[in-house]
């Protein structure tokens, strides 16, 4: 019963590991979740992540005691990155986790019903948010909120939701008029069953492909809303906020602005390259 899950596993994973890139994506990805969660054994100064000062060890250079150097603070940069990883990584979770099931219900709703009133209400909504450029939009949300990483999470998500409900809203379309789906119309199937069980599978993949890149994505405006100062709050750690700090002192005191930035760089540069991956091996598989 298992044998063909594990054959189609297999040859996914073959297809997925030709592309050295992809690979290279996958060991970034599961390296930052892994010193995301375990930041409290691995980093060198797990307190640095809180509220210290030292300021004897303050603005020492990268060294063997601090390879990242520390900041105006005396602050373990390094220590401060991996805590912050997890700032990025529950800001593209809770954002995904929201953002995907409303965009996908109202692009499954609007593609089913399309040519009525639902279909244009939903739709039209859509193409007014979609006019508005994402980090626009979550810039200004946030702005009247207070700043905090649940506040943050909310402001791209409102901007976030459009991309799935047009991405769906295709598929749908595409969809509607296939012979499994008038089947269980004749059947007398109801519209609940006929979305959510006969359409909806069928759009998982490219759902789940989009999912993967939009992570990096939302991390990097996440960290543009960081760096603003509308995003989590010192003294918690966050990646955006230590590029604008450290920004103050350059260039003489560099390892302040371009770490952090670098962490950023790596965590974006790992889900695009996984993404593109599982891209190409859901299209070969399709194909």
């Given at each position: 019963m298992h044998e063909p899950r594990i054959k189609t596993f297999g040859r996914?994973?073959?297809?997925?590991?030709?592309?050295?890139?992809?690979?290279?994506?996958?060991?970034?990805?599961?390296?930052?979740?892994?010193?995301?969660?375990?930041?409290?054994i691995v980093s060198p100064y797990p307190s640095h992540a809180g509220a210290v000062v030292d300021y004897q060890n303050a603005s020492i250079p990268p060294s063997a005691g601090h390879w990242f150097g520390t900041d105006v603070f005396g602050r373990d940069i390094l220590s401060r990155v991996l805590f912050a990883f997890r700032g990025a990584l529950k800001m593209?979770?809770?954002?995904?986790?929201?953002?995907?099931?409303?965009?996908?219900?109202?692009?499954?709703v609007a593609g089913y019903h399309r040519g009525t009133l639902v279909d244009t209400v939903i739709m039209r909504?859509?193409?007014?948010?979609?006019?508005?450029?994402?980090?626009?939009?979550?810039?200004?949300?946030?702005?009247v909120l207070r700043?905090?990483?649940?506040?943050?999470?909310?402001?791209?998500?409102?901007s976030w939701w459009p991309w799935y409900t047009?991405?769906?809203?295709?598929?749908?379309?595409?969809l509607r008029n296939e012979f499994y789906v008038l089947a269980a119309e004749v059947t007398g199937a109801g519209k609940g069953h006929i979305i959510f069980r006969e359409i909806l599978p069928n759009c998982l993949r490219p759902v789940f492909t989009k999912m993967t890149l939009d992570v990096g994505?939302?991390?990097?405006?996440?960290?543009?809303?960081?760096?603003v100062g509308l995003g989590?709050?010192?003294?918690?750690?966050?990646?955006?906020?230590?590029?604008?700090?450290?920004?103050?002192?350059?260039?003489?005191?560099?390892?302040?602005?371009?770490?952090?930035?670098?962490?950023?760089?790596?965590?974006?540069?790992?889900?695009?390259?996984?993404g593109d991956g599982i891209h190409d091996m859901v299209a070969k598989e399709e194909g």
């Open positions: 996914l994973w073959y297809r997925f590991s030709r592309n050295r890139l992809s690979v290279l994506g996958l060991a970034l990805v599961l390296l930052v979740v892994f010193l995301a969660i375990f930041a409290g593209a979770a809770g954002v995904l986790i929201v953002v995907v099931p409303i965009g996908v219900s109202l692009g499954l909504v859509t193409d007014i948010f979609l006019a508005v450029p994402s980090l626009i939009l979550a810039l200004a949300v946030c702005s700043p905090t990483l649940f506040n943050s999470m909310m402001a791209v998500t409102v047009r991405l769906v809203y295709g598929m749908t379309c595409s994505w939302v991390i990097l405006i996440g960290s543009g809303l960081s760096f989590e709050q010192p003294p918690t750690p966050a990646l955006g906020t230590m590029v604008s700090d450290g920004a103050k002192y350059l260039p003489h005191q560099w390892w302040n602005a371009v770490f952090p930035a670098l962490a950023i760089m790596a965590v974006v540069l790992g889900f695009n390259l996984l």
